[in-house]
Protein backbone atom coordinates (compact mmCIF):
# COMPACT_ATOMS: atom_id res chain seq x y z
CA UNK A 1 0.00 0.00 0.00
CA UNK A 2 1.57 3.39 -0.72
CA UNK A 3 2.30 5.27 2.09
CA UNK A 4 0.02 8.79 2.18
CA UNK A 5 2.08 11.86 0.94
CA UNK A 6 0.41 13.87 3.62
CA UNK A 7 1.13 14.69 7.13
CA UNK A 8 -2.04 14.98 9.23
CA UNK A 9 -0.74 17.47 11.62
CA UNK A 10 0.20 20.10 8.48
CA UNK A 11 -3.49 19.37 6.87
CA UNK A 12 -4.33 22.38 8.05
CA UNK A 13 -1.11 24.28 8.37
CA UNK A 14 -0.21 24.09 4.92
CA UNK A 15 -3.44 25.40 3.21
CA UNK A 16 -3.63 28.24 5.43
CA UNK A 17 0.46 29.05 4.76
CA UNK A 18 -0.92 29.00 0.94
CA UNK A 19 -3.54 31.37 1.45
CA UNK A 20 -1.24 34.24 3.32
CA UNK A 21 0.80 34.01 0.92
CA UNK A 22 -2.22 34.66 -2.02
CA UNK A 23 -2.92 37.82 0.50
CA UNK A 24 0.39 39.24 -0.26
CA UNK A 25 2.30 37.58 2.82
CA UNK A 26 6.17 36.53 2.83
CA UNK A 27 6.75 32.90 3.82
CA UNK A 28 9.73 32.01 5.79
CA UNK A 29 10.28 27.84 7.38
CA UNK A 30 11.12 28.67 11.30
CA UNK A 31 14.17 27.03 10.40
CA UNK A 32 15.64 29.24 8.70
CA UNK A 33 15.52 31.99 11.86
CA UNK A 34 16.54 29.02 14.03
CA UNK A 35 19.83 30.49 15.24
CA UNK A 36 20.79 27.33 16.69
CA UNK A 37 20.50 26.06 13.07
CA UNK A 38 21.81 28.93 11.05
CA UNK A 39 23.72 31.44 13.13
CA UNK A 40 23.50 33.92 10.31
CA UNK A 41 20.33 34.29 11.01
CA UNK A 42 19.71 37.46 12.45
CA UNK A 43 18.09 36.27 15.24
CA UNK A 44 20.48 36.33 18.51
CA UNK A 45 18.60 33.96 20.70
CA UNK A 46 15.53 31.56 20.18
CA UNK A 47 14.46 33.76 23.17
CA UNK A 48 13.95 36.65 20.72
CA UNK A 49 10.71 37.21 19.22
CA UNK A 50 11.16 40.42 17.84
CA UNK A 51 12.77 40.53 14.06
CA UNK A 52 15.03 43.30 15.34
CA UNK A 53 16.47 43.38 11.84
CA UNK A 54 13.34 43.87 10.30
CA UNK A 55 11.97 46.17 12.14
CA UNK A 56 14.80 48.31 12.32
CA UNK A 57 14.12 48.50 8.05
CA UNK A 58 10.77 49.55 8.64
CA UNK A 59 10.79 52.17 10.93
CA UNK A 60 13.47 53.72 8.73
CA UNK A 61 11.09 53.38 5.74
CA UNK A 62 8.15 54.51 7.62
CA UNK A 63 9.37 57.50 9.32
CA UNK A 64 11.56 58.87 7.11
CA UNK A 65 14.72 61.60 8.62
CA UNK A 66 14.85 59.64 11.83
CA UNK A 67 18.51 59.19 12.94
CA UNK A 68 20.18 55.76 14.10
CA UNK A 69 19.58 56.81 18.52
CA UNK A 70 15.89 57.36 17.26
CA UNK A 71 15.91 54.17 16.30
CA UNK A 72 17.90 52.27 19.26
CA UNK A 73 15.21 53.61 21.22
CA UNK A 74 12.04 52.54 19.34
CA UNK A 75 13.40 48.89 19.37
CA UNK A 76 14.07 49.33 23.02
CA UNK A 77 10.88 50.27 23.96
CA UNK A 78 9.18 47.10 22.10
CA UNK A 79 11.39 44.57 22.90
CA UNK A 80 11.75 46.18 26.66
CA UNK A 81 7.52 47.13 27.60
CA UNK A 82 8.16 48.64 30.93
CA UNK A 83 4.84 47.30 32.44
CA UNK A 84 3.51 45.02 34.99
CA UNK A 85 1.93 41.78 33.95
CA UNK A 86 0.65 40.73 30.85
CA UNK A 87 -2.40 42.44 30.74
CA UNK A 88 -0.58 45.94 31.26
CA UNK A 89 1.84 45.58 28.94
CA UNK A 90 -0.17 43.94 25.92
CA UNK A 91 -2.63 47.73 26.69
CA UNK A 92 0.55 49.48 26.48
CA UNK A 93 1.95 48.00 23.65
CA UNK A 94 -1.42 48.79 21.76
CA UNK A 95 -1.28 51.99 22.55
CA UNK A 96 2.00 52.20 21.61
CA UNK A 97 1.01 51.02 17.98
CA UNK A 98 -1.81 52.83 17.39
CA UNK A 99 -0.58 56.42 18.48
CA UNK A 100 3.48 56.11 18.04
CA UNK A 101 6.36 56.39 20.16
CA UNK A 102 6.91 60.25 20.94
CA UNK A 103 10.10 60.26 21.77
CA UNK A 104 13.05 63.32 21.79
CA UNK A 105 14.73 63.20 18.30
CA UNK A 106 17.65 65.41 17.36
CA UNK A 107 17.47 65.82 13.39
CA UNK A 108 20.00 68.51 12.99
CA UNK A 109 18.25 71.88 14.53
CA UNK A 110 18.26 70.50 18.09
CA UNK A 111 16.36 67.71 20.54
CA UNK A 112 12.35 68.22 19.98
CA UNK A 113 9.59 65.53 20.70
CA UNK A 114 8.79 63.34 17.39
CA UNK A 115 6.46 60.48 17.19
CA UNK A 116 7.92 57.34 15.68
CA UNK A 117 5.16 54.91 14.12
CA UNK A 118 5.57 50.96 14.33
CA UNK A 119 3.55 50.28 11.54
CA UNK A 120 1.91 53.01 8.57
CA UNK A 121 -2.04 52.21 8.88
CA UNK A 122 -2.79 54.42 5.88
CA UNK A 123 -1.08 52.77 3.32
CA UNK A 124 -0.65 48.54 4.26
CA UNK A 125 1.21 48.25 1.27
CA UNK A 126 4.43 50.04 3.21
CA UNK A 127 3.93 47.32 5.78
CA UNK A 128 5.98 44.09 5.72
CA UNK A 129 3.75 41.06 6.06
CA UNK A 130 5.44 37.59 7.27
CA UNK A 131 4.34 34.48 7.88
CA UNK A 132 6.94 31.87 9.64
CA UNK A 133 5.77 28.48 10.62
CA UNK A 134 7.41 26.26 12.94
CA UNK A 135 9.38 28.88 14.78
CA UNK A 136 11.00 27.59 18.15
CA UNK A 137 10.52 29.89 20.57
CA UNK A 138 12.41 29.37 24.55
CA UNK A 139 10.54 30.26 27.03
CA UNK A 140 11.81 30.25 30.87
CA UNK A 141 11.42 26.58 31.17
CA UNK A 142 9.96 25.10 27.85
CA UNK A 143 11.10 25.52 24.07
CA UNK A 144 7.92 25.82 21.92
CA UNK A 145 7.24 25.63 18.09
CA UNK A 146 3.86 27.56 17.76
CA UNK A 147 2.43 26.39 13.98
CA UNK A 148 2.18 30.02 12.25
CA UNK A 149 3.44 33.24 13.63
CA UNK A 150 2.58 36.53 11.57
CA UNK A 151 4.72 38.88 11.93
CA UNK A 152 3.90 42.48 10.73
CA UNK A 153 7.43 44.96 10.28
CA UNK A 154 9.13 42.12 12.33
CA UNK A 155 7.07 42.30 15.45
CA UNK A 156 4.57 39.26 16.15
CA UNK A 157 1.14 40.14 16.07
CA UNK A 158 -0.63 37.01 15.16
CA UNK A 159 -0.02 33.23 16.73
CA UNK A 160 -2.64 30.12 15.20
CA UNK A 161 -2.53 27.13 16.07
CA UNK A 162 -3.33 24.52 13.94
CA UNK A 163 -4.88 20.36 14.34
CA UNK A 164 -6.35 17.99 12.26
CA UNK A 165 -9.56 18.49 10.29
CA UNK A 166 -9.90 14.34 10.82
CA UNK A 167 -10.77 15.37 14.82
CA UNK A 168 -13.02 17.91 13.87
CA UNK A 169 -15.19 18.18 16.84
CA UNK A 170 -12.10 18.03 19.22
CA UNK A 171 -8.97 19.52 17.21
CA UNK A 172 -10.45 23.25 17.74
CA UNK A 173 -10.83 23.24 21.44
CA UNK A 174 -6.87 21.15 21.46
CA UNK A 175 -5.57 24.40 19.76
CA UNK A 176 -7.14 26.74 21.73
CA UNK A 177 -6.04 25.29 24.67
CA UNK A 178 -2.27 25.06 23.12
CA UNK A 179 -2.71 29.00 22.61
CA UNK A 180 -3.31 29.66 26.22
CA UNK A 181 -0.51 26.36 27.46
CA UNK A 182 2.01 28.94 25.19
CA UNK A 183 1.13 32.03 26.77
CA UNK A 184 2.15 30.55 29.89
CA UNK A 185 5.61 28.67 28.50
CA UNK A 186 6.64 31.10 26.07
CA UNK A 187 5.20 34.14 27.33
CA UNK A 188 7.50 36.81 25.44
CA UNK A 189 6.08 35.91 22.42
CA UNK A 190 2.57 37.24 23.68
CA UNK A 191 3.78 40.64 24.65
CA UNK A 192 3.17 42.23 21.55
CA UNK A 193 0.31 39.95 20.17
CA UNK A 194 -3.19 41.25 18.79
CA UNK A 195 -5.07 38.41 17.97
CA UNK A 196 -5.07 34.80 18.29
CA UNK A 197 -6.44 32.26 16.19
CA UNK A 198 -7.32 28.05 15.93
CA UNK A 199 -7.96 26.24 13.06
CA UNK A 200 -8.28 22.75 11.79
CA UNK A 201 -10.12 22.93 8.15
CA UNK A 202 -14.11 22.96 9.11
CA UNK A 203 -13.54 25.10 12.30
CA UNK A 204 -11.92 28.32 12.92
CA UNK A 205 -12.21 31.05 15.70
CA UNK A 206 -10.56 33.60 16.75
CA UNK A 207 -9.92 35.84 20.16
CA UNK A 208 -7.41 37.65 22.23
CA UNK A 209 -5.17 37.00 25.33
CA UNK A 210 -7.27 35.93 27.90
CA UNK A 211 -10.41 35.43 26.48
CA UNK A 212 -12.59 31.81 27.46
CA UNK A 213 -13.00 29.38 24.72
CA UNK A 214 -16.48 30.75 24.60
CA UNK A 215 -15.15 34.35 24.18
CA UNK A 216 -13.76 32.95 20.46
CA UNK A 217 -15.28 33.48 17.66
CA UNK A 218 -15.93 32.42 14.10
CA UNK A 219 -15.58 34.97 11.44
CA UNK A 220 -19.18 34.28 8.86
CA UNK A 221 -18.52 37.32 6.65
CA UNK A 222 -17.13 35.98 2.94
CA UNK A 223 -16.59 39.42 1.11
CA UNK A 224 -16.27 39.22 -2.14
CA UNK A 225 -12.91 36.68 -2.37
CA UNK A 226 -12.72 33.94 -4.67
CA UNK A 227 -11.85 30.41 -2.44
CA UNK A 228 -10.25 27.31 -4.10
CA UNK A 229 -11.73 24.48 -4.41
CA UNK A 230 -10.07 22.31 -1.81
CA UNK A 231 -11.23 18.84 -2.72
CA UNK A 232 -8.77 19.72 -5.13
CA UNK A 233 -5.56 20.20 -2.86
CA UNK A 234 -3.31 17.52 -2.86
CA UNK A 235 -3.00 16.61 0.58
CA UNK A 236 -7.02 17.17 0.36
CA UNK A 237 -7.38 14.42 -2.23
CA UNK A 238 -5.35 12.35 -0.60
CA UNK A 239 -7.09 12.43 2.87
CA UNK A 240 -10.69 11.64 0.64
CA UNK A 241 -9.21 8.41 -1.42
CA UNK A 242 -7.59 7.14 2.17
CA UNK A 243 -10.90 7.50 3.48
CA UNK A 244 -9.78 9.59 6.59
CA UNK A 245 -12.37 11.85 5.20
CA UNK A 246 -15.03 10.47 3.70
CA UNK A 247 -17.49 13.12 2.44
CA UNK A 248 -16.32 15.36 -0.34
CA UNK A 249 -19.54 17.54 -0.47
CA UNK A 250 -17.63 19.30 2.57
CA UNK A 251 -15.56 21.19 0.39
CA UNK A 252 -18.81 21.78 -1.79
CA UNK A 253 -18.45 25.55 -0.29
CA UNK A 254 -15.70 27.36 1.84
CA UNK A 255 -14.30 26.10 4.76
CA UNK A 256 -14.30 27.98 8.01
CA UNK A 257 -10.75 28.18 7.69
CA UNK A 258 -10.78 29.94 4.23
CA UNK A 259 -13.32 32.56 5.33
CA UNK A 260 -11.41 33.37 8.91
CA UNK A 261 -8.24 33.92 7.37
CA UNK A 262 -9.86 35.79 4.43
CA UNK A 263 -11.93 38.16 6.58
CA UNK A 264 -9.25 38.37 9.49
CA UNK A 265 -6.43 38.18 7.76
CA UNK A 266 -6.52 40.29 5.09
CA UNK A 267 -4.01 43.04 5.39
CA UNK A 268 -6.19 45.98 5.09
CA UNK A 269 -9.02 43.94 7.30
CA UNK A 270 -6.01 42.72 10.20
CA UNK A 271 -4.84 46.47 10.55
CA UNK A 272 -8.67 47.35 10.66
CA UNK A 273 -9.29 45.07 13.35
CA UNK A 274 -6.16 45.96 15.55
CA UNK A 275 -6.38 49.81 15.20
CA UNK A 276 -10.39 50.27 15.02
CA UNK A 277 -12.04 47.18 16.44
CA UNK A 278 -9.88 46.44 19.60
CA UNK A 279 -10.51 47.75 23.10
CA UNK A 280 -9.37 47.43 26.50
CA UNK A 281 -12.45 47.14 29.02
CA UNK A 282 -11.87 47.95 32.87
CA UNK A 283 -14.44 45.46 34.30
CA UNK A 284 -14.83 44.85 38.29
CA UNK A 285 -11.24 45.96 38.97
CA UNK A 286 -9.60 43.87 35.95
CA UNK A 287 -8.66 44.57 32.24
CA UNK A 288 -11.03 42.98 29.52
CA UNK A 289 -9.25 42.94 25.67
CA UNK A 290 -12.24 42.99 23.28
CA UNK A 291 -12.10 42.10 19.73
CA UNK A 292 -14.63 43.29 17.27
CA UNK A 293 -17.17 39.90 15.77
CA UNK A 294 -17.76 40.01 12.01
CA UNK A 295 -21.74 41.24 12.70
CA UNK A 296 -19.69 44.26 14.19
CA UNK A 297 -17.03 44.57 11.81
CA UNK A 298 -19.46 44.81 9.20
CA UNK A 299 -21.86 47.38 10.21
CA UNK A 300 -19.58 50.02 11.53
CA UNK A 301 -17.72 49.99 7.82
CA UNK A 302 -21.16 50.04 6.40
CA UNK A 303 -21.99 53.32 8.35
CA UNK A 304 -18.74 54.92 7.33
CA UNK A 305 -18.90 54.07 3.96
CA UNK A 306 -22.82 55.78 4.08
CA UNK A 307 -21.75 59.04 5.31
CA UNK A 308 -18.42 59.63 4.08
CA UNK A 309 -19.15 58.67 -0.14
CA UNK A 310 -23.29 58.22 -0.21
CA UNK A 311 -25.77 61.06 -0.92
CA UNK A 312 -28.64 59.41 1.50
CA UNK A 313 -26.87 59.20 5.13
CA UNK A 314 -29.18 57.00 6.74
CA UNK A 315 -29.96 53.34 7.57
CA UNK A 316 -30.89 50.65 10.04
CA UNK A 317 -28.48 48.59 11.99
CA UNK A 318 -30.69 45.29 13.06
CA UNK A 319 -28.84 43.43 15.19
CA UNK A 320 -30.36 40.71 17.15
CA UNK A 321 -29.95 40.66 21.27
CA UNK A 322 -26.41 39.29 21.79
CA UNK A 323 -24.76 40.57 18.94
CA UNK A 324 -22.92 43.13 21.16
CA UNK A 325 -24.54 46.56 19.94
CA UNK A 326 -23.33 49.12 22.68
CA UNK A 327 -19.85 47.64 21.36
CA UNK A 328 -20.84 47.80 17.77
CA UNK A 329 -21.73 51.87 18.54
CA UNK A 330 -18.55 52.22 20.45
CA UNK A 331 -16.64 50.84 17.39
CA UNK A 332 -18.43 52.84 14.95
CA UNK A 333 -17.34 55.95 17.25
CA UNK A 334 -13.73 55.36 17.24
CA UNK A 335 -13.86 54.84 13.35
CA UNK A 336 -15.80 57.90 12.46
CA UNK A 337 -13.48 59.62 14.64
CA UNK A 338 -10.80 58.30 12.86
CA UNK A 339 -12.16 60.08 9.66
CA UNK A 340 -11.94 63.88 11.07
CA UNK A 341 -10.24 65.10 8.38
CA UNK A 342 -12.87 63.79 5.90
CA UNK A 343 -15.54 64.56 8.12
CA UNK A 344 -14.38 67.90 9.06
CA UNK A 345 -13.59 67.03 13.12
CA UNK A 346 -17.74 65.21 13.44
CA UNK A 347 -20.35 65.12 16.39
CA UNK A 348 -21.33 62.24 17.18
CA UNK A 349 -24.84 61.87 18.90
CA UNK A 350 -25.85 59.04 20.92
CA UNK A 351 -29.46 58.57 21.71
CA UNK A 352 -31.32 56.69 23.88
CA UNK A 353 -34.90 56.17 25.12
CA UNK A 354 -34.15 55.02 28.78
CA UNK A 355 -31.58 56.61 31.60
CA UNK A 356 -30.57 53.25 32.64
CA UNK A 357 -29.60 52.10 28.68
CA UNK A 358 -28.12 55.84 28.45
CA UNK A 359 -25.61 54.61 31.53
CA UNK A 360 -25.17 51.73 30.00
CA UNK A 361 -23.29 53.10 26.84
CA UNK A 362 -21.89 55.38 28.15
CA UNK A 363 -20.39 53.19 31.00
CA UNK A 364 -18.93 51.48 28.40
CA UNK A 365 -17.27 54.29 26.49
CA UNK A 366 -15.77 55.44 29.43
CA UNK A 367 -14.80 51.70 31.01
CA UNK A 368 -13.17 51.65 27.13
CA UNK A 369 -11.55 54.23 27.52
CA UNK A 370 -12.76 56.60 24.68
CA UNK A 371 -11.39 59.77 24.83
CA UNK A 372 -13.78 62.24 26.51
CA UNK A 373 -17.66 61.13 26.43
CA UNK A 374 -19.82 63.45 27.33
CA UNK A 375 -23.15 62.20 28.81
CA UNK A 376 -26.08 64.61 28.96
CA UNK A 377 -28.33 63.75 31.82
CA UNK A 378 -32.05 64.77 32.68
CA UNK A 379 -32.12 67.51 34.94
CA UNK A 380 -33.74 70.81 35.29
CA UNK A 381 -32.72 73.12 32.34
CA UNK A 382 -29.88 70.55 30.45
CA UNK A 383 -31.49 70.67 27.17
CA UNK A 384 -29.98 74.04 27.27
CA UNK A 385 -26.47 72.53 27.57
CA UNK A 386 -27.29 69.85 24.54
CA UNK A 387 -28.59 72.27 22.38
CA UNK A 388 -25.16 74.73 23.04
CA UNK A 389 -22.77 71.66 22.57
CA UNK A 390 -24.42 70.79 19.54
CA UNK A 391 -24.47 74.32 18.11
CA UNK A 392 -21.00 74.44 18.50
CA UNK A 393 -19.27 72.82 15.37
CA UNK A 394 -15.95 71.15 17.43
CA UNK A 395 -15.71 67.46 17.35
CA UNK A 396 -17.17 65.72 20.28
CA UNK A 397 -18.99 62.22 21.28
CA UNK A 398 -22.20 63.22 22.90
CA UNK A 399 -24.74 60.39 24.62
CA UNK A 400 -28.16 61.66 25.97
CA UNK A 401 -31.96 60.68 26.19
CA UNK A 402 -34.34 61.75 23.86
CA UNK A 403 -36.77 63.53 26.28
CA UNK A 404 -34.49 66.13 25.91
CA UNK A 405 -35.61 67.47 22.61
CA UNK A 406 -38.78 68.64 24.49
CA UNK A 407 -38.58 71.78 23.44
CA UNK A 408 -40.34 72.64 19.96
CA UNK A 409 -37.91 74.85 18.06
CA UNK A 410 -38.48 77.49 15.76
CA UNK A 411 -34.92 77.27 14.12
CA UNK A 412 -32.52 74.17 13.92
CA UNK A 413 -30.00 74.08 16.58
CA UNK A 414 -27.61 72.85 13.89
CA UNK A 415 -26.93 72.54 9.57
CA UNK A 416 -24.22 70.72 10.19
CA UNK A 417 -23.39 67.86 7.68
CA UNK A 418 -21.24 66.56 9.78
CA UNK A 419 -23.21 65.49 12.73
CA UNK A 420 -24.13 61.99 13.29
CA UNK A 421 -26.79 60.58 15.25
CA UNK A 422 -27.00 56.95 16.42
CA UNK A 423 -30.40 56.05 18.22
CA UNK A 424 -30.58 53.01 20.02
CA UNK A 425 -33.17 51.18 20.59
CA UNK A 426 -35.10 53.06 17.56
CA UNK A 427 -38.14 51.07 17.12
CA UNK A 428 -39.73 52.35 20.69
CA UNK A 429 -39.36 55.57 20.58
CA UNK A 430 -38.60 57.46 17.38
CA UNK A 431 -42.09 58.20 15.91
CA UNK A 432 -43.39 61.03 18.57
CA UNK A 433 -42.67 64.58 19.05
CA UNK A 434 -39.19 64.54 21.06
CA UNK A 435 -37.67 62.46 17.85
CA UNK A 436 -39.45 65.14 15.01
CA UNK A 437 -38.43 67.82 17.65
CA UNK A 438 -34.47 66.64 16.98
CA UNK A 439 -34.62 65.65 13.53
CA UNK A 440 -36.03 69.67 13.03
CA UNK A 441 -33.18 70.71 15.22
CA UNK A 442 -30.37 68.39 13.23
CA UNK A 443 -31.82 68.81 9.40
CA UNK A 444 -28.52 68.02 7.81
CA UNK A 445 -27.43 64.83 10.55
CA UNK A 446 -27.03 61.30 9.39
CA UNK A 447 -29.74 59.12 11.35
CA UNK A 448 -28.38 55.49 11.92
CA UNK A 449 -31.09 53.50 13.87
CA UNK A 450 -29.62 50.39 15.93
CA UNK A 451 -32.73 48.15 16.58
CA UNK A 452 -33.22 44.14 16.95
CA UNK A 453 -36.72 44.59 16.55
CA UNK A 454 -37.66 47.28 13.72
CA UNK A 455 -41.35 48.25 12.98
CA UNK A 456 -43.45 48.15 9.82
CA UNK A 457 -46.76 49.74 11.15
CA UNK A 458 -48.30 52.70 9.80
CA UNK A 459 -48.18 54.93 12.63
CA UNK A 460 -44.50 53.37 13.87
CA UNK A 461 -42.43 52.37 10.71
CA UNK A 462 -38.79 51.62 11.20
CA UNK A 463 -37.90 51.59 7.83
CA UNK A 464 -39.78 54.89 6.57
CA UNK A 465 -38.02 56.53 8.99
CA UNK A 466 -34.30 55.19 8.95
CA UNK A 467 -34.15 53.75 5.28
CA UNK A 468 -33.31 55.27 1.67
CA UNK A 469 -36.73 53.93 -0.18
CA UNK A 470 -34.89 51.04 -2.01
CA UNK A 471 -33.22 49.58 0.96
CA UNK A 472 -34.54 48.31 4.29
CA UNK A 473 -31.52 47.36 6.31
CA UNK A 474 -28.36 48.59 6.05
CA UNK A 475 -26.69 46.05 7.88
CA UNK A 476 -28.86 42.51 9.35
CA UNK A 477 -27.86 40.16 12.32
CA UNK A 478 -31.10 38.46 12.38
CA UNK A 479 -32.30 35.76 15.32
CA UNK A 480 -31.27 33.01 12.77
CA UNK A 481 -27.69 34.32 12.68
CA UNK A 482 -27.39 34.55 16.27
CA UNK A 483 -28.63 31.23 17.36
CA UNK A 484 -26.38 29.50 14.65
CA UNK A 485 -23.14 31.49 16.39
CA UNK A 486 -24.25 30.50 19.66
CA UNK A 487 -25.05 33.69 21.10
CA UNK A 488 -28.95 32.37 21.88
CA UNK A 489 -30.23 29.48 22.30
CA UNK A 490 -33.75 28.37 21.20
CA UNK A 491 -36.54 28.09 23.97
CA UNK A 492 -38.72 25.01 23.50
CA UNK A 493 -42.03 24.93 25.27
CA UNK A 494 -44.14 21.48 26.17
CA UNK A 495 -47.37 21.61 27.49
CA UNK A 496 -48.63 19.03 29.71
CA UNK A 497 -50.94 18.42 32.83
CA UNK A 498 -49.32 17.72 36.07
CA UNK A 499 -50.03 14.95 38.19
CA UNK A 500 -50.94 16.46 41.90
CA UNK A 501 -52.24 14.52 44.84
CA UNK A 502 -52.21 14.62 48.53
CA UNK A 503 -51.03 11.71 50.32
CA UNK A 504 -52.78 10.01 53.48
CA UNK A 505 -55.36 13.17 54.45
CA UNK A 506 -58.13 15.42 52.55
CA UNK A 507 -57.06 18.91 52.36
CA UNK A 508 -60.14 19.79 54.29
CA UNK A 509 -58.99 17.84 57.24
CA UNK A 510 -54.96 18.86 56.91
CA UNK A 511 -56.75 22.73 56.90
CA UNK A 512 -58.61 21.80 60.26
CA UNK A 513 -55.87 20.41 61.80
CA UNK A 514 -53.60 23.28 60.89
CA UNK A 515 -56.22 26.18 62.23
CA UNK A 516 -58.20 24.17 64.97
CA UNK A 517 -57.61 27.27 66.85
CA UNK A 518 -59.14 30.32 64.36
CA UNK A 519 -62.55 30.85 64.41
CA UNK A 520 -65.05 29.56 61.70
CA UNK A 521 -64.70 33.20 60.20
CA UNK A 522 -61.22 33.37 60.09
CA UNK A 523 -60.93 30.12 58.55
CA UNK A 524 -63.56 30.82 56.12
CA UNK A 525 -61.75 34.30 55.31
CA UNK A 526 -58.36 32.04 54.82
CA UNK A 527 -59.70 29.59 52.49
CA UNK A 528 -61.30 32.33 50.80
CA UNK A 529 -57.84 33.95 50.56
CA UNK A 530 -55.61 31.05 49.31
Same mark, same amino acid.
Given at each position: ? %?????????? !??? @???????????????????? #?????????? !??????????????????????? *? %????????????????????????????????????????????????????????????????????????????????? +? &?? $???????????? @?????????????????????? #??? &??? $?? =??????????????????????????????????????????????????????????? #?????? /??????????? /???????????????????????????????????????? *????????????????????? %?????????????? @??????????? /???????? &??????????????????????????????????????????????????????????????????????????? $?????????????? @?????????????????????????? %????????? +?????????????????????? &??? =?????????????????
Amino acid at each position: M %AKPIFNEDTL !SEK @PAIEQLRRLGYEYLNGETLD #PEMHEDCKRA !SRRDVVLVSRLRRKLKEINTGIS *E %AAVDKVIRRVTHIQAEGLTEIKQKFHKDLIAGIAIDHDGGSGRQKKTIYLIDFEHPERNEFLVVNQLSVKGPIETDRPDII +V &FI $NGIPIVVIECKS @PIARQTGLSKALTQLERYQTEI #PQL &FNT $NQ =LLIGINLFGAKYGAIGSTPEHFHEWKEQGKEKFPNMAEHPSVKEMLESGLIKRKDLFDK #PTAQDV /LIAGVMSKQNL /LDIIRNFTVYEYDRGSIIKKVCRYQQFRAVNKILKRVIGE *EEKKGIVWHWQGSGKSLTMLF %AAVKLRREEKKLKN @PIILIVTDRID /LDDQISKT &FRNCNFPNPIQIKEKGGTHRKLYELLSDNTGKTIMTTVFLFRKELKEPISRAENIIVMTDEAHRSQYGFYALNMR $NALPNASFFAFTGT @PLDKRDRNTYRHFSPADERYLDAYTI %ANAEEDGEI +VRVKYQSRLVQLQVVGKTLDQL &FDE =LFHDKTPQERLRLKKKY
